[in-house]
Nanobody, 126 residues
Framework: QVQLVESGGGLVQAGASLRLSCAAS????????IGWFRQPPGKEREFVAG????????VIADAVKSRFTISRDNAKNTVYLQMNSLKAEDTAVYYC???????????????????WGPGTQVTVSS
């Protein structure tokens, strides 16, 4: 059974930083792509960042490219989302998701990801 566990969310002031973690078993991440998505209140879920477990360039959404980074720690079977200079508009539930890389796939599309974590709330006060 695939299980993703997100952590690191919380309530912070604008300008602060947070690091989200997504942990899973080695089998879950192996040969997969891992994405971070977020869903602001009353809005659709949107892509934030993604990375392939096997390596290669990360993909970051334009809206957060200058402030967020994604990284992985293969030894800990964990993917991180480092969020700096947080803004009120970053307030959302953040989700970790896992999918299989495929030709013609779209890292930004939620349908490309088969497994999802329960989400972690990030609230940024202005």
């Amino acid at each position: 059974q695939v299980q993703l566990v997100e952590s690191g969310g919380g309530l912070v002031q604008a300008g602060a930083s947070l690091r989200l973690s997504c942990a899973a078993s080695a089998d879950t991440f192996s040969s997969s792509k891992i994405g971070w998505f977020r869903q602001p209140p009353g809005k659709e879920r949107e892509f934030v960042a993604g990375v392939k477990w096997s390596g290669g360039a990360a993909v970051i959404a334009d809206a957060v490219k200058s402030r967020f980074t994604i990284s992985r720690d293969n030894a800990k079977n964990t993917v991180y989302l480092q969020m700096n200079s947080l803004k009120a508009e970053d307030t959302a539930v953040y989700y970790c998701a896992v999918g299989r890389p495929k030709a013609g796939g779209n890292d930004h599309d939620t349908r490309d990801y088969a497994y999802w974590g329960p989400g972690t709330q990030v609230t940024v006060s202005s």
